[in-house]
């Protein structure tokens, strides 16, 4: 296949670009730098296979030649307020990729009668009132919240999708994406993995935001990318949790980044959450993955961070 995917130099994007080169197709990158890193596809360049356009999927696209799917990875995804790269930082440009950015593709899409992916995202659950989250949850979403530029884009881009779906006939899948780490990280994003392993390695308190009793469920990106690839070559047009259904506290996570670390400076309690609609619990129900697309996460935690952790030393020049 000849495959768009937007938001290329992103962190999820420029794994995917591997993973459909390995696979044989050639792959058009799309992306506009705001939050991507040209560094994750650097060593794509001159790859007989793979074309890299810069531009924001905010505006119309075009691409030449024929196109036989779409994936739409285009937005900023980090919470983080202390973060240049957080969406709380990037309101309106967050929006836009959620919804001109999903119209855009989409208007793609149908243009080449080509399948498409949206994107989305575990945060459509909001802070959830059921656990763990199947895909049927309709969610508990605060709409002017400060989560709610990115919680209502993806939610307006799965509207929107389906929407084409069902009038223009559209091969449409969406993936909800939920905690996932590993390599190619922006070291300054603000996400709880890049922070725990960078104090780590620099043997400092890992600082822990609330009581740490909120929980998430991470899965590593290797294990994501395989599952998103298997729906990409599904018939599934309806929503499919992709993630580790392992849940653990915040302060395990931390408990488990020094473990690894041989880190002796413990965890520091800060009771500020900095962001006061911070979900207090998330869980994949990934009972649709299993049945549908034979998939489950195979990389443990421990294994996963043992991965992670060179890249995070590269960078730091720890190495």
């Known amino acids: 296949m000849r495959v768009l995917i937007t938001g290329a130099a992103g962190f999820l994007g420029s794994h995917l670009c591997d993973r459909l080169i390995s696979e ?13 890193n040209p560094e994750n596809l650097a060593h794509l360049a001159g790859h007989p296979r793979f074309t890299f356009i810069r531009h924001d999927v905010a505006n119309f696209i075009f691409v030449p030649g024929k196109v036989d799917a ?3 990875f285009a937005s900023p995804a980090s919470p983080n307020p202390d973060s240049p790269y957080g969406y709380t930082n990037l309101p309106i440009q967050t929006m836009k990729a959620g919804a001109l950015g999903t119209h855009n593709t989409l208007g793609v899409a149908r243009a080449h009668q080509a399948r498409f992916l949206l994107a989305s995202t575990s945060e459509i659950y909001g802070d959830p009132l059921e656990h763990p989250q199947k895909e049927t949850y309709w969610g508990h979403c605060d709409p002017i919240g400060i989560r709610s530029v990115y919680d209502e884009a993806k939610r307006f881009a799965e509207a929107l999708t ?18 996932t780490y590993g390599p190619r990280m ?5 996400r709880v993995v890049p922070n ?4 780590a390695l620099r043997k400092e308190p890992l600082t822990v935001y609330g009581d740490g009793m909120q929980t998430r469920s991470f899965c590593f990106v290797d294990d994501l990318v395989e599952g998103i690839y298997r729906l990409l070559l599904s018939d ?21 980044i020094n473990h690894i670390t ?28 299993k049945s549908i697309l034979h998939w489950e996460p195979k990389t443990s935690l421990e294994e996963g961070i043992n991965r992670t952790i060179p890249y995070f030393k590269e960078k730091l020049g720890l190495l």
């Open 70 to 72: 779409v994936m739409h």
């Open 162 to 179: 389906m929407a084409y779906h069902g009038a223009h006939g559209i091969d449409t899948r969406i993936v909800r994406i939920f905690n």
């Open 236 to 256: 599934e047009h309806y929503p499919v949790n992709i993630g580790n259904p392992t849940e653990t506290t915040i302060r395990q996570f931390a408990e488990t």
């Open 196 to 199: 725990f392993i960078q104090q």
């Open 24 to 36: 044989g197709h050639e792959v058009i990158g799309m992306d506009n730098f705001i939050t991507g």
């Open 262 to 289: 041989n880190n002796p400076a413990g965890i520091q309690i800060k009771m500020d959450l900095r962001l006061g609609d911070d979900p207090q619990k998330r869980q994949p129900d990934i009972t649709r993955a």
């Open 186 to 190: 922006r070291l300054d994003d603000g």
